[in-house]
Every structure is written in C-alpha cells, then in structure tokens.
C-alpha cells in the first residue's frame, strides 16, 4: 500500500509499504479523501515543530474495507477518521503528565495519508448518506464550533462577539444563528468579512478604532455578552474579546493552537469567565445532525480536489501564493 510521510522539511515521500496486519477488535479501513490545511502546510514547511517522519492528514474520511476484524458494519460503509485519538496506555510505567492523554492524527502522531488502516470503532463515526465526503471533512469544526457555543450559554437574542473569520468562525457564528443568538463577527481583514456576510453573517465588524462604537450602536449602548477567539486567526490581536465584553461574561478561547500571548489584566478588571476549548473528537454526532439539519451551510466554501501526487507542490505552495484562496477547502483524494 502506498504511505506518504513527511520526511524533512518541505519534503514530502511517497512509500510503499505491507498492507497493515489484521488487529483484534479493530476495523480495516480505505482511506478515500483529507482535507489539508495551514497546519499540514507549517508541519512541512519546518514553520511549526513536529518528529519527523510524519505521515500528514489530520481530517479524513473512508470506508469500511474488506477483511475487517469487526464485522458489524458492511463493507463500503462510509466513515469519518477521528482527528484525535487517546495516547496508548503507559501501563504501570511512570506517566509524563507534561504529555497529553490525546493525540492529534497528522501533528503529535501519524495521520491518515496512507491507503489503510486499522481502527477501533471507537476512533471513527459511520457517516448518512444525507452527508457528503466533502462536508464530512468539516464535522470536527463544527462539533467544535459547537463546543464553544455550549461554553458561551448564551440566551436567545444575545449579542455574542466571535473575533476571527476563519472557516471556524463563520461556522459558530452560523450555529449561534441558528440558535437564535445574535453573533457579530469581527475581523481586521475586510474580504474575509465580506465573503461572511455570503454565508448569512449578516453583523461584521473591522478591527479599527471604531469597533467598540459600532458595537454599542448594535447592543443598544452595551457590550456583548460574551465572546469567541479562534486562536488559529492570529491576525486579530487576543486582547480584543475581553475588551468587547461586558462585566462577568464568558469569553471562549476556542482552537488547537497555543502559541500566543494572553493578557490576563481585563478579565481580572471585568471579572470574565474564560473558558478553553480544543480540537477533541467529541459532538460528532451531534455535528452530523447540525449539518443534516441545516444549521450550518458549507455551501460558499469552494472544494478544490487536489490528486495525491500533487499534494507536495501544493504544501509548498500554501504560504508563498499571494492569490491563495482562503475560501477554499483542500481536498486531496487517495482513490
């Protein structure tokens, strides 16, 4: 079967390989399509630290193989590639604790850009039919997206700020919608707002000195009642979503990333509640039924299939394209 790994950077190697042996209670797995994004494209560049070799692919989806050890799913059921699974038990070996009790696929352990696979039925969620591959490859934005909005508990008609218009955030703010809340997004690149008001976000705000006017002419002269930062949209400084908030509300600091600075003098002042919320493969199910329920509309964003022979040119070209789209999805397909 064919593996692809990360061997250096900016160097990607396809290599042949024996097809995974069978493993108990384990399901045999093709993998069909990833969606590659900025993180996969730091990883190979060197921009962000890994071990290498690496195999990249941290959102995936495929199908029930031939052969599988667990035989309570039918071959070519579709299924959706956990993006974080748990780390392998230590036993009664002395645990690190500075290390994570999870996982994550194509970053802190090997993905999913390989031909095969086995997998515990816990490490993947069968897929509808009402759900694309296409759509199935943002379920764990959503299910975070989700996460936030839980920690937030805002009520019906509540103002909320979400400060960065990444694909995550124009995702939250539609489920906030949906949930009858009343979400402004804020963001200091004015194309990305602009492409979120065509997704239905229909409150948009630049990060200028003008921000804390416009959003008292949106409250009636209050602050929000809470907030979201998306810590991967870094062009939007972190000390923003405190400084919107009224006194005592939540503010979510929602995403994978932790390499930022946090200044924790306003949330003492105004007695904020803040809340993290990462990456975990939790609400999936409850991200499908959002997606077949229409809470969230992926249908602006445009899929651009990349085979997997291409997939190297396209890593090394992810930062240094001045065009790069940022409303495109990344599919790379391995059929």
């Known amino acids: 079967m064919n593996v692809w790994k990360i061997t250096a950077a900016n160097k990607l190697t396809r290599t042949e390989a024996e097809a995974p042996a069978p493993e108990e209670d384990k399901v045999r797995i093709r993998v069909t399509k990833l969606f590659l994004n900025g993180t996969d ?3 190979f560049s060197g921009a962000a630290k890994c071990r290498y070799p690496l195999i990249p692919g941290r959102y995936a989806v495929g199908m029930v ?3 599988s050890a667990a035989n309570y799913l039918p071959k070519g059921t579709r299924v959706l590639l956990h993006a974080v699974v748990p780390a392998p038990d230590t ?3 002395k645990k690190d604790f500075s290390e994570s009790d999870e996982l994550i696929c194509g970053r802190t352990a090997d993905g999913y850009m390989r031909d095969l696979i086995y997998l515990s039925p816990r490490d993947f969620t069968p897929l509808p039919e009402s759900v694309s591959d296409e759509n199935a490859l943002l379920l764990h934005h959503i299910a975070l997206a989700k996460a936030a909005a839980d920690k937030l508990g805002v009520k019906k008609g509540q103002h909320v700020a979400v400060v960065g218009a990444n694909i995550l955030g124009i995702l939250l703010c539609q489920l906030l919608i949906y949930q009858q809340a009343a979400p ?3 963001d200091e690149d004015a194309a990305r707002l602009e492409f979120a008001r065509s997704c239905g976000i229909y409150y948009t705000m630049t990060t ?10 949106l409250t009636g002269g209050r602050l929000v009642s809470g907030a979201v930062y998306m810590t991967s949209a870094q062009r939007n400084a972190p000390a923003i979503p405190f400084s919107v908030c009224a006194n005592g509300a939540n503010v979510v600091l929602c995403g994978s990333r932790d390499d930022f600075d946090v200044n924790f003098s306003q949330p003492f002042r105004k007695e904020l509640s803040v809340f993290c919320v990462s990456g975990r493969s939790e609400n999936l199910e409850a991200a499908i039924n959002l997606i077949v329920r229409g809470a969230v ?3 602006s964003f445009s899929f651009r299939t990349v085979r997997s022979d291409d997939t190297e040119k396209f890593l090394a070209d992810y ?8 409303k495109e999805i990344n599919v790379v397909t391995l059929i």
């Open 297 to 299: 509309d992926v249908s």
């Open 65 to 67: 193989a031939e052969g």
């Open 91 to 93: 036993g009664t070996a």
């Open 41 to 43: 494209a730091a990883l």
């Open 319 to 326: 930062f240094r394209s001045p065009d790069r789209d940022f």
């Open 208 to 217: 200028d000195e003008h921000l804390l006017e416009g959003i008292a002419s």
């Open 184 to 186: 402004i997004l804020i």
